[in-house]
């Protein structure tokens, strides 16, 4: 089975929809042997180069010539030429996008994280609302099949897209295998020392911004006792820093509130391992892997009841109005003062995280491949 890959994200994107990408590619290589991938890309990072060494069943394809000087339309456009040669059967766009002029002898997939352009517009500007708009809706057009991540990204392909839902296949994604180890008394020391944590702190992982609502997360800490501090880990994107800054100075919590913008994302488990609780108060979501990573990590999760926030909870988690921080401190609250139910959520989470192994995730997308190519065509 020859599979060519949009990998622009798996070798330039550092979080979501890189780490998607390079963890299903090496899921696949690893465990289904008779897969050939390609990995389609108009620029290389070595940083990220390096998760795909040592798999004799990936190979990578970059411009030559002229073509490398104009990356974005090889991608859209120019990589099409390599498929036939490289005897591609399926080409799956990984992060929202297929290239134009595929093939028609070559099956179409791509993979839907969220349409949160949709849902949300006035997060995005006026350009790039129009320019993700038309690639999510050219690919979904001609996919041959659409993967969503959740069963919120179904529901709004079928809202705001108009895809038939016998198009629509959900396969969940996974977090980093980094996530999945046990974590070592001695890493937990080295990440309290190299950051300077609180002995109880509530741990918030995503990007600064609007959408993550780390604003209410804060509001929620000054009804919460004294000895109990926030750590926000993430860069900031746009001007809600600024806003975040404010609240905290404002609540006077600037000796309780701790933002890491630059942690090491080796010691991303580690830092949910020492939390108290993971707070995840995000509006809206595709899925929320800081939701996964936190029950990997056997740290209890208290998120949003919105979107695709319970989906990946399920029973494992507490949930609250992303909007009403005296709620979310409620929640935090009892996990905080009580161990049993601590206790209660760290067992169901150990459950509930299995549906989201990376074994299981590969799994189902392999069976998809099979279905638009069954091996008896290969």
Known sequence: MVIGFDAKRAFQNSTGLGNYSRILVCGLAQEHQDIRAFLYSPQMNGEYAKYFTGYANISTRMPT???????????????????KGDKVKIFHGLSHELPHGIPRSIKRVVTMHDLIVWRYPQ???PFDRMVHRMKQRHS?????????ISEQ???DLMHFLNVPESKIKVIYQT?????WNPVSDSDREYVRSTYHLPERYIISVGTIEDRKNQANTVRALAQLPDDVHLVIVGKPHGGYISHLNSVIHSLHLADRVHILRDADFDDFPALYACAQVSAYMSLFEGFGIPILESMCCDTPVVTSNVSSMPEAGG???LYADPLNPAEIADRLRSVLESPELRQQLVEKSRVQRQRFSQHQVVSELYKLYNTLVPPEEE
């Open 65 to 83: 010539s002229i073509d490398r000087f104009f990356p974005d339309i090889w991608r859209r456009f120019g990589v099409t030429v390599h498929l």
């Open 123 to 125: 997060f995005y500007s």
């Open 175 to 179: 977090c980093d295998p980094i996530f």
């Open 315 to 317: 029973d494992a988690a």
């Open 140 to 148: 979904c057009r001609i996919a041959d099949a659409v993967v969503a």
């Open 153 to 155: 990204t179904k529901q």
